[in-house]
């Protein structure tokens, strides 16, 4: 009680420690405000995403035409939270980790991207006729198409013909069919939201459906924020001291503590 007393009962001390308790609820305010800031910007990236995802449900392919006449496809990518488990989400990225055998976690992967492609296409072949003897003869269909931009269609066919009693049958057929189709496709950010674009030169192709959808990870970030506390440590500065005859007066200094500091004093 006396040591207390003889606390409060100077002037100089009384400031000195009114001043610091004045400095530490002020610093804790100021980290209670930060706090808050921090945490409605969090809601608020929750909240992006999630009205995000609800409008790229809704949105449907939009089919355009760019400056060469070809086929361009646009629609709103997803944005899968990694660090959020939401099933409708996840059955759509297992999709992916089968058919392109990824790891279950997704790490190191960035954009999931597929495509449902229908192709509606006819031909005129060059045929050549070749008799095999009296009776039978084989016949052969050729044909090929360049359309640019690595684009092109090649078949290559055989039949063979019989005449018996007075008909021709077709006795077997053979046909070889390649093609090679070139596609671009990019994420590109359209009015403040990702929108998968995909375009082919090729003709007869119908896109049917494209889906995107970007990985992100909120909350692996969120885990390095800096939080406030009470600490013990060993202090060495230069500033304002009170020294055992109570006068305040200024210097280096070396002491042990227990300490309070803010999170945005920490680092």
């Known amino acids: ?49 999630s009205l995000n995802n609800m409008m790229a449900s809704q949105d449907s392919v939009n089919i355009l035409r760019n400056d060469n006449g070809d086929q361009l ?14 099933n409708k989400l996840i059955k759509m990225t297992n999709r992916y980790k089968k058919a392109l055998d990824l790891n279950d976690d997704l790490s190191d992967v960035n954009s999931l991207i597929s495509a449902e492609l229908e192709i509606q296409d006819s031909l005129l072949a060059n045929t050549n006729v070749t008799q095999i003897d009296s009776t039978s003869a084989e016949v052969k269909y050729e044909s090929f198409k360049d359309y640019g931009g690595g684009n092109s269609r090649s078949l290559f066919g055989t039949s063979t013909l019989k005449y018996d009693f007075g008909q021709f049958k077709v006795l077997d057929s053979r046909f ?5 189709l070139s596609l671009f496709a990019a994420i590109e950010n359209v009015d403040g939201a990702d929108k998968l674009k995909l375009s082919t030169s090729y003709p007869g192709i119908e896109i049917k459906d494209i889906e995107n959808i970007n990985l992100i990870n909120t909350r692996l970030n969120r885990k390095n924020e800096k939080k406030s506390g009470w600490s013990i440590g060993i202090g060495v500065g230069y500033g304002i001291n009170l020294n055992n005859n ?3 007066s200024t210097g280096p200094s070396i002491g042990l503590g227990v300490y309070w500091s803010p999170k945005f004093l920490r680092f």
């Open 246 to 248: 109570q006068v305040i």
């Open 176 to 180: 070889e069919l390649k093609q090679t």
């Open 73 to 86: 496809a646009q629609i709103r990518s997803y944005k899968v939270d990694l660090s959020i488990k939401d």
């Open 1 to 49: 009680m006396e040591f207390i007393k003889k606390i409060f009962g100077n002037k100089n001390t009384l400031t000195f420690v009114l001043g610091a308790l004045f400095v530490l609820l002020f610093l804790r305010q100021c980290d209670q405000v930060s706090s808050l800031k921090q945490d409605v910007k969090y809601a608020k990236e929750d909240a992006e995403i």
